[in-house]
């Protein structure tokens, strides 16, 4: 993760929706002399960003609960008493599909504007079986209308419903639900990639999303999982055994979870945002991941009650100030390593032959600028699949000279 590629003066040819070549300027101005020419001499071109973890479907914010988190009470006290999730949960049972959907399509607009090209996004916030087709078929219409690579991802365990936990036994009785109803919908109508559950003492136990995950890999689905956020309760472990595609948030994960994680395949995918807004002082161990050999992954976790962010690069600043990982270690874990986080490796996060022309195009003169520039947004244009997704407008300048941020071609898979 400590070398990010960097190479200077070159251009970078894209045919259709795939990079063909990339070489020194005046060599590919020769090899393709009728090609478009885009001028990034004044930037830094980077594969375009990977956010491996989103919670984009919601109705309204949830902003009083950042005066309660000041005042006191923390994230699972306001849960109990009904916030938190919950909130959330009721809210977008009231709103119908059309209404999620113009609420977040601007929101997914914003993430492109920041440089992001490929963005998962999860139901979680229905926790009924209707409420989630809901929300998933939300997801794909959006993949229909907006330009930006799309991976959805069923989260139906995201939290037991109110309406369960008031009942006798309904903590067994949601999680039939969810295998033998919820499940077997999102699989047949095929609206989901990956199935998620949060793991969280409190919410689903060690045993419970063993259970949740084994039947959503049974029926087709990678498997994904919040783990270890609050407390340290074996979810790292638990994806490792399970084979999780990644293990996500992570700020409480144990000793035994890094030597696990960093020995397995899946990715460790760290969400700096969300502790910070939380306002907690306890970052997830992305040195120890990254020394013991981990996959780390940086995502924003942009949700409505604890990490309303859709600035991307921001990430990347907590990823270095924060988290300490050094700029290169924070580029590759917002782009291959966050491609991995969502079984894409192979296909986005690098700028190689071969690959998807999923780019970012920042105003800088150096990638060091990327987390440098704290807050503010440098972004000046991405493309998706080698179509121009932000900004709207075709008022690009012609290309010169300029600058790549590339991975090597004999590193097209690697995730370390």
């Not at 040819?13 to 990079?19: F, K, L, P, S, T």
């Not at 071109?45 to 309660?68: C, N």
């Not at 956020?229 to 990644?246: H, K, N, V």
């Not at 990490?307 to 921001?314: C, H, R, V, W, Y």
Request: charged content about 25%.
């Amino acid at each position: 993760m400590n070398d990010a590629g960097i190479v200077t003066g070159v251009a970078v040819a894209v045919d259709g929706e795939r990079i063909v070549e990339i070489g020194p300027q005046a060599e590919l101005d020769r090899r393709y002399p009728h090609a478009t020419r885009i001028d990034c001499q004044r930037g830094v071109l980077t594969p375009g960003l990977v956010d491996s973890h989103t919670h984009a479907i919601f109705g309204k914010p949830r902003y009083e609960e950042q005066e309660l988190r000041a005042s006191g009470l923390d994230y699972m006290e306001i849960a109990r008493r009904g916030g938190g999730i919950h909130s959330s949960v009721r809210d977008l049972r009231g709103r119908s599909e059309d209404d999620l959907l113009d609420l977040a399509i601007p929101r997914l607009r914003r993430l492109a504007a920041h440089g992001v090209t490929t963005v998962e996004v999860k139901s979680g916030y229905g926790l009924t079986p209707d409420d989630e087709l809901k929300s998933l078929r939300v997801i794909r219409r959006l993949g229909e209308i907006l330009p930006m690579r799309l991976v959805p991802t069923w989260l139906g365990a995201h939290e037991i419903p109110l309406e369960f936990r008031e009942i006798r036994d309904g903590r067994s009785e949601y999680v039939r639900l969810l295998v033998s109803t919820m499940l077997p919908a999102v699989s047949s109508a095929g609206l989901a990639r990956f199935a998620d559950v949060f793991c969280e003492p409190g919410v689903f136990t060690i045993d419970e999303s063993r259970t949740i995950l084994t039947a959503a890999r049974s029926a087709g689905l990678g498997l994904k999982l919040h783990a270890d956020e609050l407390r340290a309760s074996g979810g790292a472990e638990l994806a490792a055994e399970i084979g999780a595609t990644s293990a996500d948030h992570l700020a409480a994960i144990s000793e035994t979870g890094i030597r696990v994680l960093a020995a397995s395949t899946t990715v460790a995918t760290l969400l700096p945002g969300t502790m910070l807004f939380l306002g907690k002082e306890k970052q997830a161990p992305a040195r120890a991941l990254v020394d013991a050999g981990a996959a780390v992954a940086l995502a924003t976790d942009f949700n409505p009650g604890t990490s309303p962010t859709t600035n991307f690069p921001l990430v990347m600043t907590l990823g270095v100030s924060q988290l300490r990982m050094s700029v290169a270690e924070s580029v590759v874990a917002s782009t291959v390593n966050g491609a991995a986080a969502l079984s894409l490796a192979d296909e986005v996060g690098q700028i190689a032959p071969d690959f998807s022309a999923d780019l970012a195009l920042f105003a800088a003169d150096d990638v060091r600028e990327l987390p440098y520039w704290y807050g503010d947004n440098r972004c000046a244009a991405t493309w998706v699949r080698g179509r121009l997704c932000h900004p709207s407008s075709r008022d690009i300048v012609p290309y010169h000279q300029g600058r790549a941020l590339a991975q090597g071609i004999d590193r097209m898979t690697s995730t370390r």
